[in-house]
């Protein structure tokens, strides 16, 4: 019995096998980090812009697809694959440069889909009316951080944009028949079980295809650990992460692919919580305990017809 809705599983619905990821650094920066909304960053966002796992950007697409390529080759046996623009803010920059970038990516025939990790402030009309474009060519997976539905605990995180900006972005890709993913930070300072759950039902109502959520992450060199060394604040066990996506889960829309349930910082960069570097341990765990509860997506799952609207706090 499968217990939530797998990306393995949506992937093979979609190309009707494995399809691998491929991280691309495509030279991006953020408006939150260039001076344009601040100087910053969001306060847990790491110098490389989460994208570290990442190929070089002193590579060609094309180059950064091809070593992609023979890194995996080690673990993965099939012969497509997702291009995935993941450092900073991929949206952000002239047109002109975005479309060379994205059809460069999309090229190769091996390539079944490009995705795209954005803010929601970063989408104006023409960078949609390209990316519909692309979506017309190969599936376009656009990925945009949310965090928290919260603007009191987004205004912490410097996010610099308030949430109903998410809610417009998510309405507009999906006139255009563009997926999106929520990333979802659990264990936010501040924030109790039920300010969780108020996101997970802000998401529910949305037209998201899909949610990645991660524990928070203290990383080196980072505002948050900063913050966290003057004055440490509760993180995670593994226990109560488990117990917290579990929930999570059972709360979620049955539809909305899980694309991620944990995460694991860079070995040279994390502070806390240094268990989450072991991260199959954690899945297994996770799976167990659904099994153990006999737990599954969409268990506490409930229609909220206002909920997309519902967090505006002024």
Known sequence: MERYYSYSRFLKET??????????????TCPNRDGTLSEGGCIFCSEGGSGDYAESSRLSV???????????????????????????TNTYGPVDRLRALYEEAIAPEEIAAIAIGTRPDCLPAP?????????????????????TCHDSTAAFLNRGYRTEVFTQAAEACAARGIRTTAHLILGLPGESPEMLA???????????????????????????????????????????????????????????????????GPRDL?????????????????HQEMKRRDSFQGKQWQVHPAAGSMITEK
Request: hydrophobic share 40%; net charge positive; aromatic share 10%.
């Open 15 to 28: 190309f009707g096998e494995k399809v691998y990821k491929i991280s691309i650094d495509g030279g991006f």
């Open 62 to 88: 094309s180059g950064q697809i091809a070593r992609g390529k023979g890194q995996s080759s080690k673990k993965y046996s099939g012969g497509r694959y997702i291009a995935y623009f993941q450092a900073f």
């Open 127 to 147: 960078v949609l009316d390209l990316l519909e474009e692309i979506n017309r060519i190969k599936p376009v997976f656009l990925e945009m951080g949310l965090q």
């Open 198 to 264: 108020e996101t997970i039902r802000y998401v529910n109502a949305l037209p998201v295809g899909g949610v990645k959520l991660s524990m928070l992450h203290i990383l080196k060199n980072t505002r948050l650990a900063d913050i966290y060394a003057q004055e440490p604040f509760p993180l995670f066990t593994p226990e109560s992460y488990i117990s917290c996506v579990i929930s999570c889960i059972e709360m979620l829309r049955p539809d909305i692919v899980i694309e991620r349930m944990t995460g694991d």
């Open 270 to 286: 994390l502070i806390a919580p240094t268990w989450s570097l072991h991260k199959r341990n954690v899945l297994n765990s996770i």
